[in-house]
Structure formats: C-alpha cells, structure tokens
C-alpha cells in the first residue's frame, strides 16, 4: 500500500466511478483499476460492488475509506511541517513536455536564474507522465498540456492557450492545401510524438473521430527527430502552431480545430518551499 493508490482509491470514491475519476486525474482508466485491484489483492478484501451504475463501498471499502482519509490529512501535515523546516530549500525541480521545454526554458534560465542562486532539475516527458511523477512527489512543479480542468489534487495557472496544426515540408504535396482533414493524410506516412503527449493522444481521437487508420511509422520523445523527418519530407506531423519556427517546415490548420491549454500545476496538498514560490509567481507574471 502507498500513498499514490490511497488517493487514487478516494478519487473513485468521490466520482463513483472509475471513468469519471480518470478524467479528472487525467490518469489512464487501467492505471486507477490496476491501484484498487492491487488494494483488494494485498489486503484481501472487495473495497467496491461493480454495477451498471458505478461502484458502490462495500463495508470494507468504506472501512478503507475512513482510516485513509486521517491517513492523507497526517501525511499532509506531515508533509508541511518538514517542508517548512527545508524552507531554505533551493532546488526546484521542473517538470516540462520537451514541446514546451524547447520555446520555456532558455527564457527561463535567462530570466528567472539569473544569479544561479538555486539550480533546477528538469525532467522531461508527456503530460500524462509529468502528472504522475507530481504524484509520487519526483517533481515540484510541471507545465501540463490539457483541455479538460485539471483535478482537484492540483493548483494551477494557465499560462498560454496554442492550436495544434499540420506540420508538412515545404516541398510536400499538401503544400497548398488551407486545411487538412483526416481523410487527406490517410496514405501519408506521419510521425508523432509518444503516446504519454497530449498532442498524440488528441491527434489519434481526431483520426478515430474521423474513420481513418493513421499511418504512423515513428513515435519518438524527441523533438528534433520530429523536426528533422517533418523538414525532409520523410514524414508529416503535428505541433503546436506558435512552435513551428523552422522555415522548411509549414504549418496547415486542420478540421475541428484542436486547442490546449498551458498551465503550470503542482500538488494542492503540497508545502510550497521559498524557490517554488518564487518560479510560480515569475510564471504567473511572465508570457509564454
């Protein structure tokens, strides 16, 4: 048992099913039923009753339910308490989506670190891991690409909305065209980032959406292998359209607009050291 599975066991209990709650965590359905099973496993116990309507408590579960809750609001405490007494603390460490980290983060370290009073640690990945490396308290602070509200476990602020577009070469065939819809890239062959980025989770619903198998031959982490194979014309992609500074490379809107939200998040339970607080606040006050 560890802290991660508790809350994601109140998160289910809260919405009352497990769908609902993974949208709200903006957390895989798997991952929240692979949690409680292994709860029911560990403990040997059924925590829900599965029905046509949600998950009901058992006795159990409500047992469960009850001694996690004095559990996360001691741990919490706990938390605050030891963060105050780190209050000199000066590593922050960030997490940023390497789409993000690309135009962020030199800004960053010419504006905000100036004086290389503390250091920061960045990781990057996909919304979706920097999500639950804010869980199991790797990261203090990230930058999230979403378009549903972020959950109650998280304080954020918006910091930029962007449009994801058409990324093709400048020599490519689809070179004129003013909009792109799935049924015209159906044959083409498409790199996208991995599945854990909000742009390729949103660009494969499009296609579902739509009726059509993409063609994908690469999923990469890294933003310059998607440059590179978008600017030699080996395959088409998809960015953010104020990203798109490569001259070679041309941006085309495509059909049903797909827009993001930028926010910085971090956990709402959370004691915010010195550093945190500064970084939120050059955020808050910054344009990205």
């Not at 983060?105 to 009073?117: A, T």
Request: glycine share 4%; aromatic share 10%; proline share 3%.
């Amino acid at each position: 048992m560890n802290l991660v599975q508790l809350k994601y066991f109140q998160a289910i209990c809260s919405y009352g099913s497990v769908s609902e709650a993974s949208e709200y965590l903006y957390i895989s359905q798997p991952s929240l039923s692979n949690a409680i099973k292994e709860l029911e496993k560990e403990f040997g116990v059924a925590l829900f009753n599965r029905c046509h309507k949600g998950m009901a408590l058992t006795k159990e579960g409500e047992k469960l339910f009850e001694l996690s809750s004095k559990l996360l609001a001691n741990a919490n405490e706990v938390e605050r308490i030891m963060l105050d007494v780190g209050k000199s603390k000066k590593t922050l460490k960030l997490g940023v989506p390497p789409m993000l980290g690309s135009k962020f983060l030199p800004k960053i370290f010419k504006e905000f670190n100036q004086n290389d009073e503390f250091n920061i640690e960045v990781t990057e990945s996909g919304s979706v891991e920097l999500i639950k490396a804010l869980d199991e308290d790797k990261i203090d602070v990230a930058f999230i690409t979403h378009n549903l509200p972020l959950s109650n476990f998280y304080k954020s602020i918006t910091v930029a909305n962007y449009n994801i577009v058409c990324c093709v070469a400048k020599n490519s065939n689809l070179k004129d065209k003013n909009i792109i819809t799935p049924k015209d890239i159906e044959n083409e062959k498409i790199i996208l980032l991995k599945n854990s980025f909000f742009q390729t989770e949103e660009i494969k619903k499009w296609f579902k959406v739509a009726g059509v198998k993409p063609r994908v031959i690469l999923q990469t982490d890294q933003l310059s292998t998607l440059n590179n194979m978008i600017e030699k014309g080996l395959a088409i992609g998809f960015m953010f359209k104020e990203f798109v500074g490569d001259k070679n490379i041309l941006s085309i809107p495509i059909k049903e607009p797909i827009n993001a939200k930028i926010s910085i998040a971090w956990k709402a339970e959370a004691g915010v050291f010195n550093t945190m607080k500064n970084f939120i606040n050059y955020v808050k006050a910054s344009s990205f």
